[in-house]
C-alpha cells in the first residue's frame, strides 16, 4: 500500500482496535476487526509502524497498548477506592477489564469513565445463591454509592442558594402545613442499601483496611454543603417520608403514607415530625417549600 | 507581518493547576505569574473543582489546555464539547485555548490518550480543515502543542517538525512548543530536537511547556513527573532566545510534590532567559535511566477525587 492511499480513518481505527485489544496488540493485529481496517501479518508490522533504531514497531505498538487499560484502570481504582479495597485489586484490574470493553469510553471527560460500573457490576453478577450474606450485592453497593458520591461532589449544589429559613417555616400556618410540598435540593440522594457501605467506604478512603460489615438495612441521606459531599444514616420511616417529598406529594399526604406503614406508632410520629423537619432544613435537605 | 505570539501577552512563568494543590493555592495566594487548567475537569463541574477555579480566576490569569479536542481524528468534530469549551473560557476569562496536534479516538470512542497522527498532505489538509472550524466556532485562534510520541508510521512523508509549522500557518493558529515533548520525541523517533525549535516559526508560538519525563532505556516517556533535566532547558533557551519570549508554564501529573516545589521549578527558567547567552552545550549532559523496567503511564487527563465528609 503507498504511503499516502491507505486513508487516515482506517488507519486510526486500527490502531485504536491493536492499542485496546485485551489479548495485547500481536492478537490485536491479528483480530478481525483490525484485519478488516488492514490486512496484516504481524511480520508486516513494518509497512504501517516504523521500527526505531533501539525498538521494534511492536515494541512502539506496546507502549501505547499497556498505557491504554494502565490508565484507565487507575482512573477506575481512584473513582472507586472502597471497591478496589473490597474486591482486591486483582479482581478489581479483571473486573475493570471487562468493564472497559463492554463500555468503551466515549466521554470527553474522565467523570464519565466509571459511570455504568455499578450497572455492569449488576448485569455480571452471578446467579442468586440462596445464602445469607451476599457478597456480590456488598460489592454493588460500594460501587453504587461510590458514584453517588462522584455525582453529587462535582455535580449541581446549593452553595450560591439561598437556603430556607425558620421565618420562611414559621410562616406556615399549621392548617397550610398538609398542603404544602417541597423543593429538594439539586444534591440530595436518598439510598437504601443491605449493608452499612458507607461506613466500609469511610474507612477504605482513609486508607484503613476495613472488616466486610454484617448485613444491616441502611438508609442514608447524602448531600452536599460547603462543596464537600455529607452522608447520614436516617432510619426507615425518615427514609420513607423523605423519599414520598422527593417524589413530590405533600406533606399530609406523605404523612399518611408513613402513618399507614406500620413503621412507627402514631404518638411516636407525631413528636418526631417537628424534630425532623427542623433537622431537615438545617441540614437543607430541602430549599424552597410551596403551598398550593 | 505576525506580531509576537499572534499578539498575546507573554503571562511569565506558569504553573499547571492540579487538585492536590487547591487548599495551598487558596489559603497562601502564592505569586505565580499564572495558571493552566486541565479544560475537561471544569466543563461541567457545578462543585469544588469549578468553585475554586473562579476564585483562582478572579485572582490570577488563566489559560485552558485540552486533552479531548481530538483534532485529528476522522470523527466528526464534537460541537456540543467546543460550545462548553467556549462557555468556560469566556467565564473565567481565560487567555486563549490550546489542545494537541493529535487524535484520541474514533468510531465514538475516546482512548484518553494523546495518539499520534501520520504527517502527510492528506492529514496536512485535514487537520487544517477542522483547526479552522473550530478556531470559527471558538471565535478565537487555537493553541497546539505538538505531543510527546512513542511511534512513527509509514504514511509519513514530512517531519513533524514540517507538518506543524506548515499546519500553523495554513490554519492561521498559534502553538504551544512543548520543549520536553520535542526532546521525548526526538529520543524516540532520533532526530535533532534543535534544528526541530529552530523550524518552527518563533512569532506563532504563544505558550511553552516544560515538564520532566522517564527514560525506559529504549525510549523515553512523557510520564510529567520530576525535574526538567538539562538538555531540556537547553531546548527551553533556544526557544526563549527565538521567540523573545513566551508564557512557560510547567506541568507536573505524577508524583506531584507540595507547590512551593513545583512552582520552584519553573522559576528555574529564569536562568536561561537571558537572549545574549549563547546555547549550552549538550553533549556532556547525559540524562540518568531512572526506570529502565517501570511501566511508566502518560497521563494526558487526571481524575478528579470526591471529596466526602
Ligand atoms: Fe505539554
Known sequence: ?292 | MLKPRLGHENLGLGVGLRTVHFPHILEHQPEVDWFEIISENFMDSAGRPRHVLEQIADRYPVVMHGVSLSIGSTDPLNREYLKKLKTLAESINARWISDHVCWTGVAGRNTHDLLPIPYNENTLTHLVKRIRIVQDILERPLVLENPSSYLEFQDSTMSESEFVCRMAEEADCGLLLDVNNVYVSSVNHEFDPVKYIEMIPAERVVQCHLAGHTNCGTHLIDTHNGQVIDPVWNLFQLMHQRTGGVATLLEWDADIPPFPVVHAEVLKARKYMDENLPVRNQANLEETVTNPSSAAIPHPASFIVAEVE
Open chain 1, 1 to 292: 500500500m503507498s504511503n499516502e492511499s491507505r486513508n487516515l480513518d482506517q488507519l486510526q481505527r486500527w490502531m485504536q482496535t491493536v492499542i485496546s485489544w485485551p489479548g495485547g496488540v500481536e492478537a490485536g493485529i491479528d483480530s478481525e476487526a483490525a484485519q478488516s481496517e488492514i490486512p496484516l501479518e504481524r511480520s508486516e508490522l513494518e509497512t504501517v509502524v516504523t521500527a526505531s533504531s533501539r525498538q521494534t514497531s511492536l515494541e512502539r505498538m506496546g507502549i501505547y497498548a499497556n498505557a491504554y487499560y494502565a490508565r484507565l484502570l487507575e482512573c477506575l481504582s481512584e473513582e472507586y477506592p472502597a471497591l478496589v479495597s473490597a474486591m482486591g485489586k486483582t479482581a478489581f484490574g479483571a473486573f475493570s477489564m471487562e468493564y472497559l470493553q463492554e463500555f468503551h469510553p466515549t466521554s470527553y471527560t474522565l467523570c464519565d469513565l466509571g459511570a455504568h460500573f455499578p450497572q455492569f457490576l449488576t448485569e455480571h453478577k452471578p446467579p442468586a445463591e440462596e445464602n445469607e450474606f451476599n457478597w456480590t450485592d456488598f460489592l454493588i453497593e460500594i460501587a453504587t454509592l461510590e458514584r453517588v458520591y462522584s455525582e453529587v461532589f462535582d455535580g449541581p449544589g446549593i452553595e450560591q442558594e439561598t437556603l430556607l429559613t425558620a421565618e420562611v417555616l414559621n410562616s406556615i400556618q399549621p392548617e397550610e402545613w398538609p398542603e404544602v410540598t417541597l423543593k429538594m435540593a439539586p444534591c440530595f440522594r436518598l439510598m437504601q442499601f443491605q449493608f452499612p457501605v458507607h461506613e466500609f467506604i469511610s474507612q477504605a478512603r482513609k486508607g484503613n483496611s476495613p472488616q466486610v460489615p454484617e448485613q444491616q438495612l441502611t438508609c442514608l441521606a447524602i448531600t452536599r454543603r460547603n462543596y464537600i459531599v455529607r452522608r447520614e444514616v436516617v432510619s426507615q420511616a425518615e427514609y420513607l417520608l423523605l423519599s414520598k417529598l422527593q417524589q413530590g406529594l405533600n406533606v399530609g399526604d406523605a404523612i399518611t403514607c408513613l402513618a399507614e406503614s406500620d413503621l412507627m406508632e402514631p404518638e411516636e410520629l407525631g413528636a418526631k415530625l417537628h424534630e425532623w423537619f427542623k433537622h431537615w432544613t438545617t441540614a437543607a435537605f430541602f430549599i424552597d417549600v410551596s403551598k398550593q
